[in-house]
């Protein structure tokens, strides 16, 4: 578990994991777009993150695809949370949504 | 069935302290998948083009699908569809490909869940929501004898999804 914190305690990586969470499925080439790291900065990254096991990684033909795995994050909730929060903590969030949407 | 148009919508891995004969047994046995699976008895028949179904605790069949690759213990791909009328007509059909790895002293499992054509997160947070609670629970089972219960619901957003879709959902 040290090393799941390890690695989400870089904003770098969280905004690598936003982007995977965005679109799943991102070559290397994809998520180096736009951003404002040197090539070999997200390949440590994703290192990182992969090491954690935040990221996997699967071989489709000849492209390396990378997605967000969220095990560990579960994991780490179902470390904390008790079973009868759960339904209350979802309704949180959901109306949280709901609030900032109208905002916008 | 053209394997090769389907994509991975979404990959988990998990690591199991466990041997990759004991994942498979896991993955593909009743026994083992009514305590991490909420009840559900997964029954497969493992030969290209045998049944693979995953049974609700009330008998019904939820999932039903075949088994489309089988290289125990390291691979294993079924058609996992989801027996709600017209789910199948209206999303294409969904493949499982479960990855069972050596990795020292554990098991790399990774889980795939893949599409023949693009789907929304709408209609993905059902898998989302339910890979992790499963796999979570799998790996407890395997290393403590114990699964987590863990309650599992549809979620809300994948229903309204489908049911947008004209698809008939129970609840």
């Known amino acids: 578990?040290?090393?799941?914190?390890?690695?989400?305690?870089?904003?770098?990586?969280?905004?690598?994991?936003?982007?995977?969470?965005?679109?799943?499925?991102?070559?290397?080439?994809?998520?180096?777009?736009?951003?404002?790291m040197t090539r070999q900065a997200v390949t440590k990254h994703l290192a990182i993150l992969e090491e954690a096991n935040l990221v996997s990684t699967i071989r489709h033909g000849r492209e390396k695809l990378h997605f967000l795995n969220p095990v560990p994050i579960h994991q780490i909730g179902e470390r904390w949370i008790k079973k009868f929060e759960r339904a209350k903590l979802v309704a949180l969030s959901e109306l949280k949504r709901r609030l900032e949407e109208d905002d916008a | 069935m053209?394997?090769?148009?389907?994509?991975?919508?979404?990959?988990?891995?998990?690591?199991?302290?466990?041997?990759?004969?004991?994942?498979?047994?896991?993955?593909?046995?009743?026994?083992?998948?009514?305590?991490?699976?909420?009840?559900?008895?997964?029954e497969a028949d493992l030969r290209l083009g045998g049944a693979f179904i995953a049974r609700a605790p009330d008998g019904s069949v939820h999932i039903d699908g075949k088994v489309i690759e089988c290289d125990p213990p390291k691979k294993l791909t079924v058609t996992w569809n989801v027996n709600w009328p017209e789910l199948v007509e209206k999303l294409g059909p969904t493949l499982v490909t479960y990855e069972i790895e050596e990795a020292g002293e554990t098991v790399k499992l990774t889980m795939l869940q893949s599409h023949d054509r693009p789907l929304s997160d709408d209609i993905l947070s059902g898998g989302r929501q339910g890979w992790p609670a499963i796999l979570s629970s799998l790996k407890s089972l395997l290393e403590t004898g114990n699964a987590m219960t863990i309650p599992m619901k549809p979620p809300a957003r994948m229903l309204a999804a489908l049911k947008a879709m004209g698809i008939k959902t129970p609840m």
């Open chain 1, 1 to 36: 578990m040290d090393e799941v914190f390890r690695a989400l305690a870089d904003a770098s990586r969280r905004s690598l994991l936003d982007r995977l969470h965005a679109k799943g499925g991102q070559t290397l080439n994809e998520l180096c777009e736009g951003l404002a």
């Open chain 2, 2 to 42: 053209d394997v090769a148009k389907f994509k991975p919508a979404i990959v988990y891995t998990i690591y199991i302290a466990s041997t990759p004969e004991r994942v498979w047994q896991a993955l593909t046995s009743a026994e083992f998948s009514r305590k991490y699976f909420s009840g559900f008895a997964i």
